[in-house]
């Protein structure tokens, strides 16, 4: 999703990009519209490919389009893209940058699916061709960057760009308007992002203000451990779990905070979207995190696995409405470092040094 956030930027700076994939799935449609409005030239395949057959077609469509257009630079997300189109680019010896937004070795290590040899063996093979096969290399944060030189190469460090178009344009409703306060939290139902201790700190924070409400989206695999945690501290009438839903953008208009308590997080694209609408972000205190969180500006911090921590600064900044007032308006400016536009100039920086290369 970085990636096609980066190409509604692009053309601004004078980039013409070209983006491959298979046919959008609805709920990304009305994106792949902005993206033509944009400027940029889509190769969609003619259907939805699953498993391998994905591989083989995107390996030789990037090799048809990379000749056909004259392409002289591809731009890689993802381990196993990186390795597929990059294999392909290095053939027709063309420039890559690899934009790394997770190191999956790690992934593998926090997730709760348990992978196959061959699948392990896969992905960490593809990992290790990709990195080698790049130009450049980009970590998607500080943090990121710094992970990576453990791996034997020098990245560069761009932050990841959001839909800020779309964020930056929802309204929040007023607080005065609202029966209870609504606590939000985006992220996949998966024990890397923490959403335990958000349960466990939702029960200190009801016991302190029963009105209190927490809506957690995202869907995944954690879905049935979390509702049984939810039963087992009697939060049935305060804790919701939603599968995701397009409805993003009505639930954080109608939230109070924004709260993402992951345990490993490269960038954390919901905290930045968060905070384009005006939302202020509690966040554990980890990977690029970090550097979108400035503690007592946009929003606090507290240490990963730590719910007392949490709750004590849900508590202390639902208690203190002129803090988050002054929050909101340094939120959606902090956030402005996100835009399309903003990180594609840095990027344009990064394929002419490339290309010069």
């Not at 945690?229 to 779990?241: D, G, I």
């Not at 397009?246 to 490269?266: K, T």
Request: charged fraction near 25%.
């Amino acid at each position: 999703m970085a990636l096609i956030h980066l190409m509604l930027g692009l053309p601004r700076v004078g980039v013409k990009p070209i983006l491959l994939a298979t046919p959008p799935k609805p709920s990304y449609r009305s994106l792949f519209k902005r993206l033509r409005e944009k400027g940029v030239k889509l190769i969609l395949s003619r259907r939805r490919f699953g498993g391998a057959l994905f591989w083989i077609w995107l390996f030789f469509a990037a090799l048809k389009s990379i000749r056909d257009l004259r392409i002289n630079l591809v731009h890689c997300h993802g381990t196993k893209e990186a390795a597929v189109i990059g294999l392909a680019a290095k053939l027709l010896r063309r420039k890559i940058v690899y934009t790394v937004e997770g190191d999956p070795i790690l992934e593998m290590a926090y997730s709760p699916k348990r992978y196959s040899t061959l699948e392990r063996i896969v992905l960490t093979s593809c990992w290790r061709l990709g990195l080698r096969l790049a130009d450049i290399v980009v970590g998607c944060s500080r943090w990121m960057a710094e992970h990576l030189r453990k791996y034997d190469v020098k990245p560069r460090f761009i932050h990841n760009a959001i839909d800020y178009e779309r964020f930056s344009t929802i309204r929040m409703r007023s607080e005065k308007l609202r029966d209870e306060i609504l606590i939000a939290s985006i992220a996949r139902f998966e024990k890397v992002k923490g959403l335990d201790t958000l349960i466990r700190a939702a029960a200190k924070v009801v016991e302190e203000n029963p009105k209190v409400k927490f809506i957690l989206v995202g869907g995944g695999s954690m879905k049935s451990e979390l509702q049984d945690l939810v039963r087992s501290l009697c939060l049935e009438e305060n804790v919701k779990l939603l599968d995701y839903t397009s409805e993003v953008d009505r639930i954080l208009s109608e939230a109070s905070l924004m709260v993402l308590p992951s345990l490993y997080e490269p960038f954390g694209m919901a905290a930045a979207e968060a905070l384009a609408t005006g939302l202020p972000v509690i966040a554990s205190k980890t990977g690029g995190l970090k550097e979108i969180i400035s503690e007592g500006v946009n929003g606090m911090l507290f240490q990963p696995g730590s719910w007392r921590e949490l709750a004590e600064k849900i508590i202390s900044l639902l208690r203190n409405s002129e803090m988050r007032g002054k929050m909101v308006e340094a939120a959606r400016r902090s956030a402005k470092r996100f835009s399309p536009e903003h990180i594609a100039s840095h990027y344009v920086q990064v394929y002419l040094s490339a290309l010069k290369e």
